[in-house]
Each structure stands twice: as C-alpha cells, then as structure tokens.
C-alpha cells in the first residue's frame, strides 16, 4: 500500500501525472513574468557586446599540466650562456631562480639548473713591483703573503687584482716621470708607480698588500665596497695609504698634483708630495677610522707585534713568515668571532647518517681549532677587545637535523643524492622499484631539513624553494657551505670559501685538548658523535653497516656521465627510478653540485687569467691534478704551466677518471 502524506492534520492527494505536469507549467510562466516585470530597465544591455565581458587569468597563475600537455608544441630551451657547464651538470643564471623550483619547467633539461646571476665583482688592485732585485726565498714568502690577500679579498666578494710596473708603464704620463731631472727617492718613485698603474686601470679600489678585510660579509663598508660606485677620491683615517677609492678622474688630478710637486726631492711618499700649504691633501675627502678593516703597516707591526716586526728586522724572509701566519691566524679568529653562536653540521634523517656527514663534521673541527700564530693570544689591529681562541673551550660544534635562521650560526650541510638517502635511512643494500613505489616516502630528506622553518603537511615545491634560498642568497652564501655527500671535499674550496688557510687534521678529544690523526688519502674519518636530543640514536651494529652501505651508494651515484661504471646497469635503472620519485630531493642535490660547479669555473677562469701576469706572484701552486675536478664530476684538468710573456694554451684537456 502506498504511503498517505499528512500535513495539519489532513491527508494530502496523491497528485497524478497529469497533475503534475500542470504543476510545473504554473511554475515556468511564474518564472518567466518574474524576469519581465521585476528586473530593473538597465539591467540587461539593449544590444549586448560580448567585449565587455572578458575573463582574464591572473599572471600569477601558473597551471601545473602545461609541460604534460601532450599537444603543446615543442620549444627551444634558454640559450647557452658563457662558461655555463662543468662535466655532467650545467647552468642558467637568471634573476627569477626562485620562481622556479624545478629548473626543468624553464630550461627544459634536468641536468641545466636555473641559479642566481652572480654579481659583478669589484676589482680591488694592489702594487707589487717584481723588478726589484730578490732571491728566491724572498720571493716565496712575498708570494704567498700575496696569495693571503687574494684569498681574503676573494672570499668577500671582490676580484683581487695585482698590479706591476708593466701597467704603470701602460701610462701616458710614466713618460713625465722618466723626464723628472732630479733624482727622488726610490720609496717615493713606487709609490708613484702604483698610482699610475692605479690611474691605467680606470681608478676604483686601491689597496696594500698588507690590507686585510676582518669583518662580518655584510659590514656596511666592505658592501659599500663592492658596490663599486665611489665619486669622490677618498681616503681613511689611521690606516695612512692603505686604502684609496675613486674615479679615474680625480686619480688623474692626484697624480698630475704630484708630479708637478716642488717638494720631490724631499718627501718619500705620496701623500706628502701633494701636501698643500696647510699640510692637507686636498684632492681627498677623509673619512673615519675603518672597523673592518686591518692594516699591518710597520707602525702597526712595531706598537702592537714587537715580535714580528723584530723578527723581520733581523730576517725579512723568516720574519715575513711569521707575520703571514699572524694574518692568517686573524683572520681565522675573525671568523670564530662574528660566527659566536658555533657551527651547525646539518644532520636530517639524523638516525643513519652519521658516516654520511662525517667530512663536514670533520671540517667543523678544523673551523673550531685554533690557528697557528706567533702571536696566539693577540687580537687583529681592529678588533683590540676581540675573544682569543682558547683550545681547551673551543667553538660550539653542534649537528642539528632542522635548518633554523641565525646570523651568528655557520650552517655546513652535506646534500645526499635519493639513492644515498633510501640506502642508509632503510638500511638496504638492495633497492628495487616495486619497493619504491610501494613502500619509501618521497622527499624525506627535504622535508626533515625544512620541517622547523615550514612545518609538516607542505609540498616538496616550497621545501626546494627555502632550500635554494638557504644555499644560494646573498645571507646564505654568507654563512653557510653546502658539500655533495658523494664527493670529496676540496682544499682549494675550503681556504678560498673561508678566506683564510683552515687548519688540516684538527680533531678534539672528549677532555677537549686538540690532536692530529694520522694522515693519509684513502683515511675515512671517524664517525662524529651523535647527540640523543638531535634523534635517535644508532645502534653500533647499525653503524658498522653504514661504511659499506655509503661506499655502494656512491659507486652507483658516480656513474653520470662515465663510460665505464661499477654501477650495473639494474642499479642505474633503480637509481633514475629513484629521482623520478623524489623530485624534491634530486632538485636540491643538482642544485647544490651545480651551485659548487659555477663556483669552481668561475673562480678557475680568475686564476687562468691572472696568471699571466707578474710571473703568476700569488697564485695556487699546482701541484699534479686539481682537487676540484676529483671532487666533482671526476674530471681531470691537465693545465699546462705557464711563464710571463708566452702565449696561453686555452685549451682544457679532459679525460674521465673513476674515483
């Protein structure tokens, strides 16, 4: 029986269909005598223009299945830029590296990784007159105390430049020099000579040998600096002739008042020769007392390092040793200061990664110990209320799996390729893809890293994007070194990233006193000390596999790019299978080797091209194959050796070579 409908008491009749579709009739013409007689006059445009109604989409939006679209046509990736490859990985610099946080979106190959344009570097010139007569030790010495400065200059952010008395003589007015009839001192006469190779070069930055910068990256006058733009001739208090800026036109007027001096025959330097009447140098504007800035001139070295400077009036060469080593002790100090907070050796998935961050690990010890110096509890001519580096407190070491913002936090991170990161977190010697699309989370490396800054629940999209920031920004390669877990670590990265010759070896005992393990190329590091608060703590059964387990991941991650690999060709299958899943973290870790490549070109193409000049005086000693190329992507250059005067080979020989 059907149901009966009740409302206020009555039943309610079944409605037929007839019924019903009288119903909905009544119901149309309602609806339509509603929009004649009730809307507004204005409201529906008597002759309608499809124009006027346009839907636009936001610039912003981007659609996420543009590069799926089977039918979009295909198009030509960026063009190639100069010095843009460095063995398997490449490179695109452009201002809008954080928009994309998968460079295959833009540059249409995996291997090609969008990096921040690197800015222009200010050059900064310095005087070394190699005419004068010296023997070889002395040589050596003035070599490597030039290295120290190059290196120092460098790691701020500057191109450091010595000059020599082939660009003085490049000078139209080195003629008005020759043609002075009186004889002037010979002090007086370099100094002349460094302006006019100073004035050869377009003005800018002029510095001595002996100026180092000790300061935070970030001074406000080491950025002003680098900005590179200086109208007025200009000079510093206490620091004497140590630092000039300006532009070529004003270095002119300065070197012209000078030559047309009276007071030549008398004076030694060249600010004394354009003295005026009131014992003023006019041409400069005087600024105060630099902070970051030191100056070890002989008055400094006599008030302040009696020691040195007595050293090197009975040897020049012994005692110029010693005063670069002073040099380099401070500017390590330097460093151990502005960084108070410590070093932090990042350690995600911190359970199985002991081994895996051992060579940061060790590199943080050899920041934290104290430098070689004659002088080992002496502060820089700068920083007189500084905080010596005492041995037995040495700098807080610490290894954190979460990235966290501090400006008084040196940040070491070691970027481990997928393969590397689901071989040691699961403990498997053997991987295969049913058990990685069945089983393994994606991008764990990425998201332990980011989880403090970004927190739990967010995509691998804005993870990569806070990576590259923390890696590539103008904070973070101030205060940060990002290293390849599959790769060595590099001296020539080390000194000329920090600015200063780390200490080699340097490990610290448990009662804190500093030792020196036994050296040797094939010794793998111990194991850095894990603390519980950092995540679980590994068993030693657990940590005994991780050497072996390490060693297999790198075999099979080393073979981009090689002919001949140890890797079987399942293992390589597994390994593409590996970053197809993990997007994020192969992102990060091309990121990172190719953000280390750029850094070794560009600094390799400076030294190629500076060593033409002055008999190569403050260059790298080479010395058999560069630790770069063993390091990253197992190439080999043979750079021939080269004398001032003969022409440069330019070609690089490359040739693969299996770690």
């Known amino acids: 029986m059907p149901k009966q409908y009740v409302i206020c008491g009555r039943l309610v009749p079944r409605l037929g269909t007839r019924h019903t579709s009288l119903l909905f009739a009544c119901i149309s013409i309602f609806a339509v005598l509603s929009l004649i007689f009730l809307l507004p006059s204005g409201a529906i445009p008597s002759r309608p223009n499809l124009n006027d109604y346009k839907f636009s989409v936001p610039k912003s939006f981007k659609s996420p299945w543009k590069n799926l679209n089977p039918f ?23 201002w809008k590296w954080l928009s994309y946080p998968f460079s295959s979106s833009l540059t249409l190959d995996e291997n090609r990784l969008i990096l921040p344009v690197l800015p222009e570097r200010t050059p900064i010139y310095c005087y070394y007159d190699n005419t004068i007569e010296k023997d070889k030790a002395t040589k050596d010495v003035d070599s490597e105390l030039l290295l120290s400065w190059r290196r120092a200059w460098w790691s701020k952010g500057f191109k450091p430049i010595i000059l020599g008395p082939a660009d003085a003589m490049n000078n139209p007015r080195y003629e008005e020099l020759q043609r002075i009839p009186d004889k002037i001192d010979p002090a007086l006469k370099t100094d002349i000579m460094r302006w006019l190779a100073w004035e050869n070069m377009g003005g800018g930055v002029l510095a001595q040998p002996l100026l180092f910068p000790m300061g935070d ?36 007027e300065a070197v012209k008042l000078a030559l047309s001096s009276p007071n030549l025959k ?15 140098p006019a041409p400069f504007a005087v600024d105060p007392t630099p902070k ?77 110990h104290c430098p070689e110096s004659p002088l080992p509890s002496s502060c820089p001519p700068n920083i007189p209320k500084c905080h010596p580096c005492v041995a037995s407190q040495p700098m807080k070491l610490s290894t954190p799996a979460h990235l966290a913002n501090s400006s008084t936090t040196y940040i070491i991170g070691t970027v481990p390729h997928p393969y590397t990161t689901a071989t040691l977190h699961y403990l498997r010697p053997n991987i295969d893809i049913a058990w990685i699309r069945r089983e393994s989370a994606r991008n764990i490396w990425l998201a332990d890293l980011t989880a ?40 020539d990265l080390v000194n000329w990233h920090f600015g200063f010759e780390v200490p080699t070896e340097a490990t610290w005992t448990s009662d804190g006193k500093s030792e020196t393990p036994v050296p040797g190329p094939e010794r793998r590091p111990a194991p850095p000390p894990h603390d519980p608060k950092d995540g679980p703590v590994a068993s030693p059964e657990e940590l005994a596999q991780e050497p072996k387990l390490l060693d297999n991941a790198i075999t099979v ?53 500076e060593a033409k000049y002055l008999s190569g005086m403050g260059s790298e000693k080479k010395k058999g194959e560069s630790a770069w190329n063993r390091w990253l992507d197992g190439d080999k250059d043979k750079d021939k050796d080269r004398k001032g005067g003969e022409k440069e080979n330019d070609a690089e020989k490359k040739s693969t070579k299996d770690e």
């Open 72 to 94: 979009t046509p295909p198009a030509h990736p960026p063009p190639r830029q100069k010095n843009d490859t460095s063995g398997e990985t490449s490179w695109y610099s452009n």
């Open 217 to 252: 990256h970030n001074d406000p006058l080491l950025a002003f600096l680098r900005r590179g733009e200086f109208p007025k001739l200009t000079r510093w208090e206490d620091i004497d002739e140590g630092l000039f800026v300006g532009p070529k036109t004003e270095v002119a």
């Open 266 to 280: 008398i004076v030694k330097e060249f600010l004394a020769a354009i003295m005026n009447k009131n014992n003023d």
């Open 292 to 368: 970051s800035l030191a100056y070890y001139s002989a008055k400094t070295l006599a008030s302040k390092y009696s020691k040195v400077a007595e050293a090197i009036t009975e040897s020049q060469t012994k005692g110029r040793t010693l005063l670069n080593q002073l040099i380099n002790s401070h500017l390590h100090l330097t460093w151990q200061n502005v960084f108070s907070s410590g070093i932090a050796v990042m350690k995600p998935l911190p359970h199985h990664t002991t081994h895996l961050i051992s060579p940061a690990y060790e590199l943080g010890l050899r920041l934290t």
């Open 452 to 491: 403090h800054l970004l927190g739990a629940g967010v995509s691998g999209a804005p993870r990569i994007l806070k990576f590259k920031e923390a890696v590539a920004s103008e904070k973070g390669a101030s205060t940060s070194l990002w290293l390849l877990a599959e790769r060595r670590l590099p001296e």
């Open 557 to 609: 991650v080393d073979s981009y790019g090689k002919r001949k690999s140890k890797a079987t060709k399942e293992e390589i299958a597994v390994r593409e299978a590996i970053e197809a899943w993990n997007l994020a973290d192969t992102e990060a870790w091309r990121f990172a080797r190719a953000y280390l490549a750029r850094k070794r070109v560009v600094r390799a193409k400076w030294e190629e091209e």
